[in-house]
């Protein structure tokens, strides 16, 4: 008997509130100062799931709305209750932010739930189309994808700077703080020359050049490459990699579907893991497991309610950035536009908010994160809150469609790789998501279109 979808939906509300309640109950009476509301986040999130978010996840199921919604449990179920559980939180500035901040953090924080919220389920009234056939592969412009792998692997040779950070599953070198042009080019083309191995190979396979029984070997190596051999160990990227990578399979065999979700989710989190503990490791951090799961670690990666409040409160001192400065900053990350302004623009954002972030240490923090809504809070005030609120879930729905509908393996995979990148955005700011969005199309897009120009030849 198949339970109806609306009684699935009262039923989880039902749990969900059972279970806030329960938690809500069970939390200490002595609260920290500021947080006395946060409790109302978890409820917040629950209405909008269910009210919101119920229709579009049941009905379309796309990558950003997946990961979207895992996102939201995080930082706003998961790191709630263990701020409310908290006995003392200094945060990692040496002076915490006023009770006031953190009360209009919890409004911000609200605001840009709900906006995302009601945004996709207009966005998503109607399903996003999903494409019967599979990919239109033929045997693929594989000549001009293996030119382009060689000659990444030979300039990532011959460019030891390029090499900082370099991952073998596993996590390696340190990573150089400052590269020039030409290297962080090289290690963009690398990075992207993963993909386009896994490509060559699905072609192969799908051109019947490949005997079956060595073509699911070839595609597991060229998948597990494509995700654990990379230059940089970014968690947030390697997790959009597998997860990408993993749906493309999908397409491409879906009698296969939990197995290979399961495999390369599996790799991603083991990836993910290693590199969280080598990186605890080298800082010299005691209790690494316990750590994963403290107010200082969430907040730094999740940037909960905390993070916000500094964020308001940078805004206040950056009130003087002028709408030319803003839109300079917003440039400053696009590929090769960002070499010509380097010399020329200060990411004043960014430095107001380490230096608040700061405030009270002996020297400046610069690993922390300033939040989405409070980067555009600080260029453009509330209209900047909403809008970099919305762009991100305009952008998201966007690639939805292109990995639903496109029959191209290569645009399929992109637009599958950009959507689980753009749900992330709530967890990083505009500079961060133009840096890598823009890095990673400059480089994808002429090796495609290079791609596509060969087969119209060869026709």
Known sequence: MRVSNELCRWAFLLFGLTFCFAVALAVPPLTLPGYDLTWILPFWALFCFVFLLWKPLTLCRTPFLALFSVVIFLRYDLLSWVMLFCESFDGVSGCSPAESSLEAALGYMMLELGTASLTIRLLYARSVEQSEAGYDCGTGPIPVYAVFIAVSAMLLLFTPAARSGFMLFSTGQPVQESLSFWALGVRECFDNARFFLLFCLIFAVKSRAVPAPLAVFLLGAGAAVAVGVQ?????????????????????????????????????????????????????????????????????????????????????????????????????????????????????????????????????????????????????????????????????????????????????????????????????????????????????????????????????
């Open 231 to 459: 230059v940089g160990t970014n968690r947030k990227i390697i997790a959009a990699s597998a997860l990408a990578l993993a749906c493309v399979l999908t397409r491409v065999y879906p009698q296969k579907r939990k197995s290979i979700f399961l495999a390369l989710g599996g790799l991603a989190v083991l990836l993910v893991i290693s590199t969280t503990l080598y990186r605890a490791a080298a800082t010299g951090v005691d209790g690494v497991w316990l750590r994963q799961f403290s107010p200082e670690y969430l907040q730094a990666y999740l940037l909960g309610q905390y993070n916000t409040a500094l964020g308001l409160e940078a805004a206040a001192l950056g009130r003087d950035i002028s709408l030319t400065q803003a839109f300079m900053e917003l440039l400053r990350p696009v590929f090769g536009v960002g070499s010509l302004l380097k010399e020329h623009c200060v990411m004043l954002s960014k430095l107001y908010f380490d230096s608040r972030m700061s405030m009270g240490l002996d020297a400046l923090r610069k690993d922390q994160i300033l939040p989405m809504a409070m980067q555009g809070q600080m260029f453009f005030g509330l209209s900047g809150t909403v809008s970099f609120t919305l762009i991100p879930v305009f952008c998201g729905w966007y690639c939805d469609r292109l990995y639903r509908s496109s029959p191209s393996l290569e645009l399929s995979f992109l637009g599958a790789y950009l959507a689980f990148y753009f749900a992330q955005s709530m967890i990083l700011n505009m500079t961060i998501l133009i840096n890598n969005v823009t890095f990673m199309m400059a480089i994808f897009l002429p090796v495609f279109w290079l791609g596509r120009m060969y087969a119209r030849l060869r026709r």
